[in-house]
């Protein structure tokens, strides 16, 4: 796919050809509080989705602050080590005055090349498959500056460069809006979800108080358990096997087993059950089943006669007051008996009933404007395969 004034090979180059000095490191300082001018970007401080700096809370670098570490127009940056290896990030005027940590590494692009036009190339399928080509020589992703500035691609001139840059800047600006669009949602509804909870909100057709019931007295529960991994016959077979991390999901990696459920504390749920994440990662989290299967003891199941779209969203609500509370400094793990415990403000079912179809209408529009997003997406990726040849 090429613009139609522009015709000719482009030419083979490597990174290290384009940069106005050798890949530099940057500085090995702590984060510190932000002094409001000086600003510390490291690898947490990019996003994985826009691969923008993330500014809502910025840091500075503790130390002598020299001027080699500040990033400037036309540099880029790339992530060296971790899970987050290959990770870019171009620098924007509009991010402000900012120093380069220890753990990414900069190239800085000459004038005659379009930077943006370069940064597009780490977005492309060859470079995600070079960089896990690169990672794998080790337990530990890494790859060294030398090795960045030996990536090839094809470049064309420089008139060529600008009008793909601009093209797809003009897309990512429409992803950036999209973002902002669903983030202004999710803030929209948790102010929302903090109004109504309080009783700050009421729908005007409702006016008796609303009781505080314990959990524990509206429903019941039971949680899983795993069938054991050393025999063989237990898995693989026709029941979907839901583990904490995909309380959400539609689908699941494992299977079990009729054997494997007979001879094990897993339990079967249905689809519309409350699901609750009692360990791990996902401690907290809390879904509705899209799947009739079996769970493992880090799921609580929660069947009660609340109505369980409103339940849902007050435990989704109550989120981080649970896990602050509970898992202080992010030890331990939750159980039945401390979500059993919970106080729930509980309407009348009517009244649950109405908040409920008002918050499925926020999630509905948040998730419908989460898939035109994934249409740009998908759409960007499919101009980077074709314009950059």
Not at 38 to 60: A, H, L, M
Not at 137 to 160: C, D, H, T, V, W
Request: glycine share 6%.
């Amino acid at each position: 796919m090429r613009f139609p004034e522009f015709s000719g090979e482009w030419e083979e180059t490597i990174l290290g050809k384009c940069v106005t000095q050798p890949l530099d490191y940057g500085m090995n300082a702590a984060a510190i509080a932000y002094d409001g001018e000086n600003k510390y970007i490291r690898i947490t401080d990019i996003d994985e989705q826009s691969s923008q700096y993330i500014s809502d809370d910025p840091v500075s670098p503790a130390g002598q602050l020299l001027d080699k570490y500040i990033v400037e127009e036309n540099d880029i940056l790339f992530a060296r080590t971790g899970a987050s290896t290959g990770k870019t990030y171009l620098y924007k005027k509009k991010d402000g005055k900012l120093y380069f940590a220890g753990f990414l590494i900069r190239a800085k692009i000459k004038t005659e090349y379009n930077s943006a036009f370069i940064f597009a190339q780490t977005k492309t399928a060859q470079y995600y498959k070079w960089v896990e080509f690169m990672s794998i020589r080790s337990g530990q992703p890494g790859i060294n500056s030398q090795e960045y500035a030996s990536y090839r691609f094809l470049i064309p001139q420089k008139e060529e460069q600008d009008k793909i840059a601009t093209f797809l800047s003009l897309l990512d600006s429409r992803i950036e809006a999209q973002i902002k669009i669903i983030e202004d949602l999710k803030l929209l509804k948790k102010e929302l979800l903090k109004k109504v909870f309080f009783q700050e909100l009421r729908l005007p057709e409702f006016n008796e108080n609303w009781k505080i019931v314990t959990l524990s007295d509206v429903g019941t529960f039971f949680s899983g358990g795993t069938p054991s991994t050393s025999i063989g016959q237990y898995y693989n077979g026709n029941i979907p096997f839901i583990k904490s991390g995909e309380i959400n999901a539609d689908n699941t990696e494992q299977f079990i087993s009729e054997e494997g459920l007979r001879n094990s504390s897993a339990k079967m749920v249905e689809i519309g059950d409350l699901i609750y994440a009692l360990y791990g990662a996902t401690s907290g989290e809390v879904g509705i089943s899209k799947i009739k299967g079996a769970i493992n003891q880090a799921i609580l199941c929660i069947r009660t006669n609340l109505n369980s779209i409103f339940l849902l969203n007050f435990l989704m609500f109550k989120k981080e007051e649970i896990l602050r509370t509970y898992l202080q400094g992010g030890q331990g793990n939750l159980s039945a008996e401390i979500i059993k415990s919970l106080k729930i403000p509980a309407p009348v079912y009517a009244e649950q009933t109405k908040l409920s179809h008002l918050f499925s209408a926020f999630d509905k529009k948040i998730e419908l404007e989460t898939n035109v997003m994934t249409k740009f997406m998908q759409q960007k990726q499919y101009l980077l395969a074709n314009l950059l040849i």
